[in-house]
């Protein structure tokens, strides 16, 4: 981490003569894949925990890099298709990289059952995918996120459709839109009770 590499970062990021490696996927796109895959092998409560731990929350190692990354290149970079900026300093853990299987696959097979590879896998998997395409990250996103979204709301409304005689969109979006909400004021009451009020 020399002071030359930090000075030298902001002027070799070219964003689109030079395009650098790196991840653009956002971290709702992950999270809408892996819920959309996980209602899919109808996971229970445990395998949900598990499966947003590896196909999620694996994001959060650009927050340790995120002070470092923000004082070199300010904070409008955030927003920039790739934080690799060409300095070199790490942005990312090896669980990133497809060398991370040498982690996951062990435990995976310790744990006798493959969620953790699974969505380990796809959230790589997607990364690399953006990478790839890194000039169109916007309609590839937008795409992934179009298809992943209809096919949550296809496969909620047909289980909704199961349990119930009376069916019909609207009745489905007014049923989650009050699951929703219920769920939203038992946080708000959880969070007042924590602060001392009521
Ligand atoms: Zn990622």
Redesign the pocket.
């Known amino acids: 981490m020399s002071k030359r590499k930090r000075e030298i970062a902001p002027s070799t990021y070219e964003p689109c003569s030079s395009i650098p490696e790196g991840?653009t996927?956002l971290?709702t796109t992950?999270l809408l894949v892996a819920v959309l895959v996980g209602m899919v092998m109808s996971l229970d409560r445990d395998e949900w925990f598990v499966a947003l731990t590896f196909g999620v929350l694996?994001?959060l190692d650009h927050l340790f890099a995120a002070p470092r990354y923000i004082a070199d290149n300010g904070w409008a970079a955030i927003l920039r298709p790739s934080w690799d900026d060409g300095s070199g300093l790490p942005w990312?853990s090896l669980f990133?990289y497809p060398v991370g299987a040498f982690v996951v696959a062990p435990l995976a097979i310790g744990w006798r059952y493959f969620v953790p590879l699974v969505f380990w896998g796809l959230?790589v998997s997607l990364?690399q995918l953006q990478n790839s395409t890194l000039e169109y990250s916007t309609p590839v996103e937008s795409a992934i996120l179009v298809v992943v979204c209809s096919g949550i709301v296809y496969i909620g409304y047909r289980r909704w459709g199961e349990l119930r005689e009376e069916t019909g969109f609207r009745l489905f979006l007014n049923d989650v839109s009050r699951k929703i909400r219920a769920v939203l004021s038992g946080y708000g009451r959880a969070i007042r009770l924590r602060l001392g009020s009521t």
């Open positions: 991840e996927t971290t992950h694996i994001d990312r990133h959230h990364d």
